[in-house]
């Protein structure tokens, strides 16, 4: 898991950094730049002809020096400054005086006929801004990061793509460059993982400079990538002499005529990830489909014949969940009420639920604590109001998982998880191939499952939501993103847990 730092903790990075190794600041930006061009030299022959732009600030000091050790590595390299401004930072200039020195021709642009025309085969190094941009570019760099688009050359952006925030929602009345790739030093940028950016990002590297360990493993950091799950490898952990009662007794609500499909799936998918027990409420049109397509899952059916309208005996389960397929009954409205009224564990609300819940917003009060949510975009929306970009999504998710003291899993390309004291987690896993019905009732089924299991619904989910698409990614090899339906997720969940039992 990475931490996600804020421009502010970054540049805090490099000063205690700069401050314990007892060295300069352009050290470190030496330290930088020469991690960069290693990076580079993986990635380009060195036949490729390198065209170097950059900024009057530090990050075009990092581009001054990759154009110095390129040269030194074999590189045909053409340096230019973006004059947008007379002056220079001081690690800038002493990089550019080391370049002179080194008998490197460098070249200013000081308006737009100034711009060199770029091959095909080129490759371009963006230096002109990097994170700590807090304004729109415009006049001669943001010509310049035009000419730049309209070059079908490859783009590698320090740091940033020149023009784009770190920190918050980029505004559309500046230019941006688009990246081929993104070098980001050490940790990466909350814009990375917004969907309005991933034209701009590219593909995203973290270059090790060597930032102080001390203070990345000590800041505070409320947001975080999850990349993997070395840390939590021990809750998947059995010893030859467990049980079934070990590992927990789950109870799925869910389904009605014509929707019992997205309660079997629920179902598989929580006995795939190692449920102990399952018992599976459903109206009695859904008897017979459930017993004959799981027949490891009890089943307690509802006296009604078409929908959910009334609630088992709750006090044996240690994990519930309700929603898929359930329908928008009056009745199973106010089953989802009495549920609400009466669950002492935890519950996991999903698909119709929710919706129920955003026509009935005094629901969310009577939520149990660390109850998982797992909306889509648009039943967020539903819920909690619209949003005018993900950042500021970002900001309402966080504001309802403390209001309601609640976990909620917003699903997309990069599902996002908001736990009760306002930390956040980004999920690494997962394909377009996932956009599929059905998806939702696997995920559903695995955050269950594992709350049952592990006792941790905070924890459950950031392992279920991974482990959702990482067992899509394994499905993906074989059945390829358009042929992938839901209960091909299912059947690789196992597998996919086995690999993460392989961390160890």
């Excluded at 309005?196 to 360990?213: F, K, M, T, Y």
């Excluded at 489909?289 to 089943?299: D, F």
């Excluded at 609630?311 to 044996?316: E, F, H, I, S």
């Excluded at 009732?441 to 950031?462: E, W």
Aim: net charge negative; aromatic share 8%.
């Amino acid at each position: 898991m990475l931490k996600i730092l804020s421009t502010d903790q970054v540049r805090e990075a490099d000063r205690v950094t700069i401050e314990r190794a007892s060295i300069e600041s352009v050290d470190l930006m030496e330290r930088a730049g020469a991690a960069c061009v290693d990076w580079f030299v993986e990635t380009y022959e060195s036949d490729r002809h390198v065209v170097v732009l950059a900024g009057v600030g530090n990050n075009g000091g990092d581009a001054l020096v990759m154009a110095r050790r390129l040269i030194e590595k074999g590189y045909q390299v053409d340096t230019y400054i973006v004059r947008y401004s007379e002056k220079f930072s001081t690690d800038l200039q002493v990089n550019l005086d080391r370049l002179i020195a080194a008998n490197h021709e460098v070249h200013y642009i000081l308006e737009e006929e100034h711009f060199p025309a770029i091959a095909s085969r080129s490759v371009v190094v963006d230096g002109l801004f990097g994170s700590g941009l807090n304004r729109p570019v415009d006049g001669l760099a943001a010509l310049c990061i035009d000419q730049v688009n309209a070059s079908i050359a490859e783009v590698v952006c320090i740091d940033m793509p020149s023009g784009l925030f770190a920190d918050k929602c980029t505004q559309m009345n500046g230019s941006v460059i688009s990246a081929s790739y993104t070098l980001s030093f050490q940790v990466p940028k909350l814009a990375f993982f917004m969907p309005e950016n991933s034209a701009v990002i590219g593909r995203w590297r973290l270059i090790h400079i060597g930032l102080d360990p001390k203070y990345l493993a000590s800041v505070n950091c409320p947001t975080y990538f999850v990349n993997d799950l070395t840390e939590y490898t021990s809750y998947f952990a059995r010893d030859r002499f467990d049980h079934k009662g070990k590992f927990g007794h789950a109870l799925l609500i869910g389904g009605s005529y014509g929707m019992i499909g997205a309660a079997v799936l629920a179902a598989q998918a929580a006995l795939r990830t190692g449920v102990g027990k399952l018992t599976v409420h459903i109206p009695s049109c859904g008897y017979d489909i459930v017993q004959t397509s799981i027949p490891e899952a009890m089943c307690s059916v509802d006296d009604h014949e078409e929908c959910i309208g009334e609630l088992p005996v709750l006090g044996r389960f240690n994990a519930i969940a309700i929603g898929p397929g359930l329908g928008q009954n009056k009745k199973s409205r106010r089953a989802l009420k009495a549920l609400l009224k009466s669950a002492k564990v935890p519950l996991v609300l999903d698909a119709d639920a929710l919706n129920m819940m955003a026509e009935n917003k005094d629901f969310l009060n009577d939520l149990p604590k660390n109850s998982v949510l797992t909306p889509h975009a648009g039943e967020f929306e539903r819920l909690f109001g619209p949003t005018h970009d993900s950042f500021e999504r970002i900001k309402q998710l966080k504001a309802a998982a403390k209001k309601y003291h609640a976990i909620i899993a917003l699903k997309g390309a990069r599902t996002t998880i908001a736990a009760p004291d306002g930390s956040i987690y980004i999920n690494s896993t997962g394909n377009p191939g996932m956009a599929t019905a059905g998806s939702g009732d696997v995920l559903t089924g695995i955050i269950t499952s594992f709350i049952a299991q592990f006792k941790d619904p905070l924890v459950a989910t950031i392992c279920g939501v991974y482990l959702h698409g990482l067992a899509a990614d394994m499905a993906k090899q074989v059945k390829g993103e358009h042929g992938l339906i839901a209960s091909d997720i299912v059947q690789y969940c196992g597998p996919a847990i086995q690999s993460i039992l392989a961390y160890k």
